[in-house]
Structure formats: C-alpha cells, structure tokens
C-alpha cells in the first residue's frame, strides 16, 4: 500500500441498502477527511477526523457516519441508501497537525457510487 | 455565505499560455488552494498562496489579492498533459476548504 487505498473503486447499490466505504493510509497522516464530488458542483465535505479517536461533521453529514479506531483507517457508512448519494466519494489525508502545509490533502482515487 | 467562482471551461492551444482566475468569498481567510484533477482520477495539490503576490512553480504560477478575494492559476508552455480540471479552494477560519466547482481546461493542437 502507498499512500491511500479506497474500496470498492465501483459499487451499484439498491436504495435502503446499508453501505461502507474503506479508506485506508499508510502515511501516518494525522486528519483524515471524506468528500463527495458531483457534477457541477465543488467538492463537499463529509466528515474529517483531526486524530484518531475523534470526528467531526462537514457540510453534508446527513445520512453518513464515520469512525476513526487508529491513525490508518476512516471507514465512510451510508446507513441506509437513497438515490441522492449517487456520487463520487474521495477520501483524503493531510499532516498539517504534524508540520507539513495546512490545507495540502492527498485523495485516494475515489469510490464510484450509484444507489439505484 | 461561503462562495467560489471560476469558470466551467477554457480552451486554449498547446505551447500557449493560460490564466484561469478565482474569486473567493469565505469566513475568515487561511490561504488559497489550487489542484489538479484529471478525468476519472483523483485531485492533485499545486500550490497554496496565503500572502498576497504570485508564487512561481515551474511551469504554473499562482496569484493571490487577499483585498480583491481573488486569485488566478497561470500555466506557460502549455502541453497536452495539462488537459485537466482545476480546482481552486479556499481555507476558512475554521480550517476547512470551500472548494470551487472546478474549471476544465481543454488543450488543442
């Protein structure tokens, strides 16, 4: 592993269905953030977690949750599935609690997600 | 509210330069963002400005007026390879990024 590993790359979900996106990291990085990227539209913040242990809400938590049992791994849960979580979902670290640039994240290469 | 503004598409030609431009309105203000996003991949950092000038990184610059809230990305000797989305962010007082809808520049022949 280098860097950070999103799974699935592609998941095709009935709505109602429960749902957990991996991310894991191998950089030691301190903040872990979850993003989704849809057309037209900047990127939104999800949930982030500064430290392990510890997490906070985005701006579109609704219907999300995420846990942070260690420095490596920040699991992204849809609960229960509906259409309008079709999107494309990013999860991203930075060290900026640890000396490098505030605001500098590495992304993984995202998790395609369709709720039909 | 929060906002950022870019345009949706450029166009330019290869070797050509060009400048693609950001106006941010955010609470509070901790520095200005640009990455690159090819299609279907993941956004790659490129440069950070929180003093106002313009910080030169090879073949891109970044400008940043923190008075006028704006900010432009400019990319000299332009190649193929450039052909990407740009997406330009600001960091608010609380350390989170307003990110812009992204700008997709097209390069031709």
């Known amino acids: 592993i280098a860097g950070i590993t999103q799974a699935p790359t592609s998941q095709i979900l009935a709505a109602g269905r429960r749902m957990t996106l991996r991310c894991t990291q191998d950089?030691?990085?301190?903040?872990m953030y979850w993003y989704r990227q849809d057309l037209g539209l900047g990127l939104r913040l999800i949930h982030y977690s500064n430290t392990a242990g510890t997490t906070g809400k985005g701006e579109v938590p609704d219907g999300y949750s995420v846990s942070r049992a260690n420095t490596d791994d920040f699991p992204l849960t849809l609960a229960s599935a509906v259409p309008s979580q079709t999107s494309v979902y990013f999860c991203a670290s930075s060290d900026e609690y640890s000396g490098g640039t505030p605001g500098e994240l590495f992304f993984g290469e995202g998790s395609r997600l369709t709720v039909l | 509210g929060q906002n950022i503004d870019q345009p949706t598409e450029m166009t330019a030609t290869e070797g050509a330069i060009v400048q693609i431009n950001c106006t941010y309105q955010?609470?509070?203000?901790?520095?200005l963002f640009w990455y690159q996003q090819h299609a279907g991949e993941a956004p790659t950092f490129l440069s950070y400005n929180v003093l106002d000038g313009l910080e030169e990184k090879g073949r891109f610059s970044s400008f940043l007026s923190r008075s006028k809230g704006y900010s432009y990305l400019l990319l000299k000797e332009l190649q193929m390879k450039d052909s990407a989305s740009y997406l330009c962010a600001s960091m608010d007082s609380n350390y989170q990024l307003i990110w812009g809808a992204g700008t997709k520049l097209i390069i031709k022949p």
């Open positions: 955010t609470s509070g203000f901790n520095g």
């Open positions: 950089m030691r990085h301190n903040a």
